[in-house]
């Protein structure tokens, strides 16, 4: 999804640079560290989730996948206070071999002030964090500020920004299928970890600072003009050691490697708005406004082998005496869009809301359409106003578009298509890129229903949701050969080319753009989502409250590209190479022929076409309660999913099989006691230096329900890409964790 954080739009770049040991096909494995790492808990205010189309469109091409809205705390009284928040976390791993105790502490010290209509933050974190395979974790701090102003009825300004640094350090989980890792040979205890611990380094050093400001000029009554500005910038310095511990390193004499990223991204927006009521029960909104979001990737990769010296490890890279093997890509994306919303409701009780953008690529010239357009009615109000049974009925619909759009380098072609593609000459390779385009159209319609007060209330909703993606290949380069050579004709004594004479290639040329290739595909979405949530006990002492929420979704290929052996739709598998009936997989997880139309996007098959699974669960659900008794409270979550399958390859490659049988697609249903969190919040009343304290413990990940074999259901070994969904394979063992902590304000 798209994050949002302040306003700035957060880059999810640092998730293409994956591939440090590129020239040797199947030979490393990294996973992505998370963008969200550097976000602190307690640091956040609220987070709103956006879903439902008609609420994303406005987003244009960044929209698709949703849009998660993170906001931080600010100081909201007329007063000054400082916040101390510390925690102790010891996680316990569920697998015995090869791990140990990972003990980290988290601290946050955030003070504020708020005066004269100008409010004031200050936080600073840092954590250390210990993972359960030894040697593993990461440090991490920053600080973050923010500043806001209502200085008069006319100038508002607030700005906010955030500098962290991390360095992380972690273990060789995971591994393309057939390749060795440290935490695929967890699962052999015959296994000799010592290699892999002593002689395997993935070390990152991360800066990141997120920066945003906004300015809103109130015109005339109603009339509003406000600028937001937002800005991501990452840095990340990833180094790869592979001593003679190690497979590779063993047949290499040593390999290292250094993955450099450098992203950028920015949005700017500019809204015109005119908010009125007229006679007191007709409320209008309107608003019309531009956005610029533009993202500058840089890639570079180098990577070197046979070292006759081990000792400084992946800082010897310079005295490798293979050839330094250097590979870098950028992207560059920028997009203009212009929207306008128009909002109005009577009196609360119906409303309409219709809005219309259009986002402008000047790199392919492309003009995309989101139209978007939903309404409500307030039924309690209409007919129930007076009831003390009902407390709320509320029907709302709306249809709306959106999209997603990316721009990427020739070489990273893999992530996004899982068929076949144009060949080029590896030199050429500068020459080519291509666009991936994603376009949702969803309908939606949702009932909320509230009785006694809002102590028993039920929120459901249907959608249905159609999905295109089309991605093109572009050649932006042309070939310049060697001049022909011309001869005479001894006889008639005029010249002509040489039929003879071979031309060569002198060198490749920029020209205009040209698509070469273009694949399309559609899927569809249905589901049902709904929460129902209860409050049997309230008192003045007493509170006891329970929650149930869950979705069921099925979805399914509406059209598959011809070109595409495994489809374009969003998670599909995909075919590496079929072989004498069976399915191969070789070095790379990629295990599924093609899919059929009206097949599971996501199918595990076997080599006949036969589906064997899918590896998207049909239902999520969640359970959660409440009972807070005076100052002590007692939190306990449950979830689970259903209606998926695993393919198990850890037990494949045990067998030494390369073809997907049914034996090894297991189901994957689980049910997770996720969380019990025990709080007090110890009476300050007669503390003047104090407003409050609350101590807490929380136990996570207490005990999995499920029929899996493996180490846990929840998984996902190939998270960083969309077509390799459901597999597990060398996957990080799962821990069980305690924490003790305090927060203090004063």
């Not at 096909?25 to 963008?35: C, H």
């Not at 990769?301 to 050839?323: C, E, P």
């Not at 890129?433 to 007060?453: A, C, K, P, Q």
Request: hydrophobic residues 35%.
């Amino acid at each position: 999804p798209l994050y949002i954080v302040d306003g700035a739009m957060l880059n999810g770049s640092n998730a293409k640079n994956l591939d440090p040991l590129w020239q040797y096909e199947g030979a490393s494995y990294v996973s992505s560290l998370s963008q969200l790492s550097f976000l602190v808990p307690n640091d956040i205010e609220s987070i709103e989730v956006l879903k439902n189309t008609s609420a994303t469109a406005l987003y244009g091409s960044k929209g698709a996948n949703g849009v998660v809205i993170i906001n931080t705390k600010r100081v909201s009284d007329d007063r000054s206070v400082v916040c101390w928040d510390s925690n102790l976390d010891i996680a316990t791993p569920l697998v015995k071999n090869g791990t140990g105790l990972g003990i980290s502490h988290n601290h946050r010290i955030m003070a504020g002030g708020s005066k004269n209509n100008a409010r004031y933050t200050l936080s600073g974190y840092f954590r250390d964090d210990n993972y359960v395979i030894p040697g593993t974790g990461s440090m991490k701090g920053g600080l973050r500020t923010a500043f806001d102003t209502k200085a008069n009825n006319v100038i508002w300004f607030g700005l906010n920004s955030s500098l962290n640094v991390g360095n992380t350090k972690g273990a060789s989980a995971g591994a393309w299928y057939g390749q060795e890792s440290h935490t695929v040979n967890m699962r052999n205890p015959e296994a000799d970890l010592s290699g892999w611990a002593a002689d395997y380094d993935d070390h990152t050093l991360d800066f990141r600072t997120v920066n945003s400001m906004w300015l809103q000029l109130n015109l005339a009554k109603g009339f509003t003009f406000k600028f937001d500005l937002g800005a991501d910038y990452q840095f990340s310095n990833r180094n790869f050691w592979w001593g003679n511990g190690t497979p590779f390193g063993l047949a290499n004499n040593a390999a290292a490697a250094m993955l450099n990223t450098s992203s950028f991204s920015y949005n700017a927006d500019a809204v015109f708005g005119y908010n009125t009521y007229i006679s007191e029960k007709h409320h209008l909104n309107v608003s019309v406004g531009a956005q610029a979001i533009g993202n500058w990737d840089a890639y570079n990769t180098l990577n070197g082998a046979d070292f006759y010296n081990h000792s400084i490890r992946y800082k010897s890279l310079n005295i490798s005496a293979s050839v330094k093997n250097i590979h870098k890509f950028d992207r560059n994306i920028f997009a203009l869009g212009v929207f306008g919303n128009v909002s109005y409701d009577y009196a609360g009780l119906v409303g309409v809301d219709v809005a219309y953008r259009t986002d402008w690529n000047p790199e392919f010239g492309s003009w995309n359409m989101y139209p978007s357009a939903s309404a409500f009615w307030d039924v309690k109000k209409s007919f129930f106003d007076s009831s003390d049974v009902v407390s709320a009925l509320r029907i709302e619909g709306g249809y709306g578009e959106s999209g997603k759009e990316d721009v990427f380098a020739y070489e990273q072609i893999g992530d996004y298509t899982t068929g076949e593609y144009v060949d080029v000459v590896e030199r050429a390779t500068p020459f080519y890129d291509g666009r991936w385009y994603i376009h949702n159209r969803e309908w939606n319609v949702s009932l909320t229903y509230g009785m006694f007060d809002d102590r028993l209330s039920l929120t459901a909703g249907y959608f249905q949701r159609n999905t295109s993606d089309c991605l093109s290949i572009y050649c932006k380069g042309e070939q310049v050969l060697e001049d022909i050579p011309m001869i005479e004709d001894n006889e008639t004594g005029e010249w002509y080319p040489d039929p003879d004479f071979v031309p060569q290639l002198k060198y490749w040329q920029m020209k205009d753009r040209e698509e070469i290739s273009n694949q399309k595909s559609t899927i569809t979405n249905n589901g049902v989502e709904f929460s129902v949530t209860g409050i049997p006990v309230q008192t003045k002492d007493w509170t006891w409250s329970l929650n149930v929420n869950g979705a069921y979704n099925i979805n399914n290929v509406a059209k598959l590209a011809v070109e595409d052996k495994g489809g374009m739709a969003i998670g599909t598998y995909q075919v590496e190479s079929v072989v004498e009936g069976e399915t191969v997989v070789e070095n790379v997880p990629i295990v599924a022929t093609q899919n059929i139309e009206g097949n599971p996007v996501s199918s595990i098959v076997d080599a006949d076409g036969k589906v064997l699974g899918n590896p998207t669960p049909k239902f999520y659900g969640g359970f959660g309660t409440t009972l807070r008794w005076k100052d002590l409270t007692l939190d306990i979550l449950a979830d689970g999913a259903a209606g998926f399958n695993i393919l198990n390859l850890n037990e494949m490659a045990k067998a030494g099989e390369t073809a997907v049988a049914a034996k090894y697609v297991e189901k994957g249903d689980f049910l997770r006691l996720a969380r019990v969190s025990l709080s007090y919040s110890i009476p300050v009343k007669n503390v003047k230096w104090m407003e409050s304290f609350k101590v807490f413990a929380t136990a996570s990940n207490l005990a999995v329900f499920s029929g899996y074999s493996g180490w846990s259901p929840d998984v996902n070994s190939y998270a960083a890409s969309n077509f390799r969904l459901g597999m597990d394979y060398g996957s990080y063992p799962a821990a069980r964790s305690f924490i003790l902590g305090f927060s203090i304000k004063f």
